[in-house]
């Protein structure tokens, strides 16, 4: 076998700026893998995670060490061993997923199993920042069913009630990226629920959050940073409802299969989650987002320019992708 392997960074600018608990970003950064047969390329992206230790440079010099295995013809299934789980072998899976089913004339639904692909709703995300400036954000977003909400910390009970103020009607989901602690989890969760929060996405630092076994929350507490890459659900189900199931955490769609059923069998609720990459990065994960409680696969919408041919969205219902795209 001869594949060709080609690997790029790259860079798409936000509209406005991105901000959570630990950062604020003004560009998506992107790696692109694209690998090559029979006249044929199949492409993934992944976002390196900079929580685990991943940066454009560490994914790149992954992927480049894994091509020559990859020239010669390694599957997905042998991927899994052959590289650790993190945003490089997410998008070096993705590609292979999405040339295998060019390859074969099927699509990557077909291969994976799946029935036509429907579309979902997913969140659209408000940034952190003051109350005042959320409910401005919230208000212009006020239409959408679904929208997620950045925390971060001390505060958040009024962030949270400005922002349910302004966009009454919409479901809210929110995530206070481990900024929580024991001098406002009280008064935080007693604020989310009054505003009738569904689901608080990693209140606490996931070295911390053994405290959350001995809490009762009347709503659902997902798990995000705490599932981290290759960890297993073992350690989180007597402190999380649901878990954030994310392609560049899990490794790839291949993996990210695998443990969608894992939490399924132990009776989690599943987000499907994204970090902040184009439309090439969400496309692998509508497949997922079929048996998902809740999608948030937004990022296309924080950006000002998508890459073309990108995903469709009619307001929040995002589309499967077209084959142009991926899959």
């Not at 490089?88 to 699509?107: F, I, M, P």
């Not at 689901?199 to 001995?214: F, G, R, T, V, W």
């Not at 878990?243 to 490794?251: Q, R, S, T």
């Amino acid at each position: 076998m001869n594949r060709t392997v080609s690997i790029e960074a790259q860079r798409f600018e936000i509209a406005g700026s991105f901000k959570i608990s630990r950062e604020t970003r003004t560009h998506a950064q992107v790696v692109t893998v694209s690998i090559g047969e029979e006249g044929v390329s199949g492409h993934g992206e992944c976002v390196p995670y900079p929580r685990y230790g991943e940066s454009l440079e560490t994914v790149q010099t992954q992927i480049e060490e894994i091509s020559p295995l990859l020239k010669s013809g390694l599957s997905r299934v042998e991927l899994l061993s052959a590289m650790p789980a993190g945003a490089a072998r997410n998008a070096v899976d993705c590609a292979l997923w999405d040339l295998e089913a060019k390859l074969s004339g099927q699509s990557a639904a077909q291969l994976a199993g799946l029935e036509a692909l429907r579309p979902v709703t997913t969140a659209f995300t408000i940034s952190v920042d003051t109350p005042e400036t959320m409910a401005e954000k919230a208000a212009q977003a006020a239409h959408r069913p679904l929208l997620k909400v950045k925390l971060s910390g001390p505060g958040d009970d009024a962030r949270i009630l400005a922002v349910r103020e302004a966009a009454p009607q919409s479901m809210l989901i929110v995530d206070a990226n481990e900024a929580w602690d024991a001098s406002c989890f009280d008064t935080n969760l007693a604020a989310c629920t009054s505003a009738g929060v569904e689901l608080i996405e990693q209140p606490l630092p996931a070295k911390e959050d053994n405290l959350l076994s001995s809490i009762k929350s009347p709503i659902t507490l997902c798990a995000d940073e705490s599932l981290a890459p290759g960890k297993s659900l073992d350690s989180l189900r007597d402190k999380y409802d649901a878990v954030n199931i994310k392609l560049d955490k899990a490794g790839g769609l291949t993996e990210a299969f695998n443990l969608l059923h894992a939490a399924q069998a132990a009776e989690f609720k599943i987000m499907i989650g994204c970090m902040l990459g184009t439309s090439l990065a969400m496309a692998p994960a509508v497949l997922l987002a079929q048996q998902a409680d809740f999608v948030d696969l937004d990022g296309p919408l924080l950006l000002k320019e998508d890459r073309s041919p990108g995903l469709r969205f009619e307001g929040s219902t995002l589309h499967p992708p077209e084959p142009a795209l991926w899959g």
